[in-house]
């Protein structure tokens, strides 16, 4: 449940050791007790942890006196989606219940994927504006600074790219039908290195969606589906686009 690599168990005179990822347990004296160093080691090559994969472990969460820490969900949460693109996986579906924290999630995988220089520039889509403006204002406020709301009705394609996270409604980005659509005006295809689809079972979920046109443009980029609910139907499948 905690996503521990390790356990241990003692009834004073010895301890027994869990190894969760090769499946192995052994019984150790009181002062065979390894160090942490020791666990690092094994964990890095049991697990064959590469490079990469320890740039986004050792990056720390963002922290400070108005943050809470993550809790052990939405740590696991964060570090096995950080890990998989760590892996060079392009397209993950990340499932959290209602009311379990998806954005501040969000937050915190940005975060660690920008300060590690895994990821320059992020793009967020929503579907309602009340969303964009909560999350600008509330879990992503640490990054205000870099933070920018697209409104296609001002913004310069040639003054717009000095930003790392770019907070969108799908409808703007799409345009009214019959009209030229307006991501492809703002941005070059490979501009975005990251996107966040929240409620990723609504438009997007769909293979014939007007919406779907944003994430195939945007298709060098590393993308990540957030819902509560996946979609799974005959005719709608947040899997089969976002993989498990």
């Known amino acids: 449940m905690l996503d521990v690599k390790f356990a241990y168990s003692s009834n004073g005179d010895d301890f027994e ?11 150790l004296a009181l002062d065979e007790f390894p160090s942490k160093t020791d666990l690092i080691n094994r964990y890095k090559k049991e697990a064959n942890i590469t490079p990469a994969q320890e740039t986004a472990i050792r990056q720390p969460y963002y922290s400070s006196q108005k943050t809470n820490s993550p809790r052990y969900y939405q740590r696991i949460a964060i570090n096995r989606t950080l890990d998989a693109i760590a892996q060079g996986k392009q397209r993950l579906l990340l499932v959290m219940a209602t009311g379990t924290g998806k954005t501040y999630t969000a937050f915190q995988i940005v975060y660690r994927l920008l300060k590690s220089g895994m990821k320059r520039k992020v793009l967020y889509l929503c579907d309602r504006n009340i969303l964009a403006d909560q999350s600008i204002q509330q879990d992503f406020a640490p990054l205000e600074k870099t933070i920018h709301k697209i409104n296609v009705a001002k913004d310069d394609p040639t003054t717009i790219t000095s930003y790392e996270v770019y907070f969108s ?9 019959g ?6 005006q703002l941005f070059k295809k490979n501009f975005f290195d990251l996107i966040i689809v929240d409620e990723c079972h609504r438009g997007s979920a769909k293979d014939d969606s007007n919406w779907r046109g944003i994430l195939e ?6 993308q990540i589906g957030m819902t509560a609910t996946p979609k799974e139907t005959k005719y709608v499948s947040n899997i089969n686009y976002f993989g498990e």
């Open 17 to 27: 050791e869990f190894d969760f990822i090769t499946g192995k347990q052994r019984t």
């Open 169 to 177: 409604l799908y409808q703007q980005l799409v345009g009214d039908s």
């Open 179 to 184: 009209e030229e659509d307006h991501y492809s």
């Open 217 to 222: 443009y945007f298709s060098s980029a590393t």
